[in-house]
């Protein structure tokens, strides 16, 4: 089995910083694209940002410029660097990666529980 843990949520000023981190442990042979995603109460879960297993990242229009996302393949981990924080940010952040967990099988998606992030002043 596969678990993804985050931290690094909390509460911030608009204008203000966080980093997002998420840890994946358990059985993984490879791990490709890995990423975030927010979902507000009521709505889809929505992309903010993904990476690929070579460092390329690709983000939703509405962060890019102000998240930076970014991985360490040797730790199966994965950051998301949030800047210039604005209200419509706010959100529950989940991490998310796509996981071989032997050779010679499918990829599997997997999430973490989920992190609560809040701008207001």
């Known amino acids: 089995q596969v678990q993804l843990v985050e931290s690094g949520g909390g509460l911030v000023q608009p204008g203000g910083s966080l980093r997002l981190s998420c840890a994946a442990s358990g059985s993984i042979f490879s791990i490709s694209s890995m990423g975030w995603y927010r979902q507000i109460p009521g709505k889809q879960r929505d992309l903010v940002a993904t990476i690929s297993s070579a460092g390329s990242p690709n983000y939703t229009d509405s962060v890019k410029g102000r998240f930076t996302i970014s991985r360490d393949n040797a730790q199966n981990t994965v950051y998301l660097q949030m800047d210039s924080l604005k209200p419509e940010d706010t959100a529950v952040y989940y991490c998310?990666?796509?996981?071989?967990?032997?050779?010679?099988?499918?990829?599997?998606?997997?999430w973490g529980q989920g992190t609560q992030v809040t701008v207001s002043s």
């Open positions: 998310r990666a796509i996981v071989k967990v032997v050779q010679w099988r499918v990829p599997n998606i997997y």
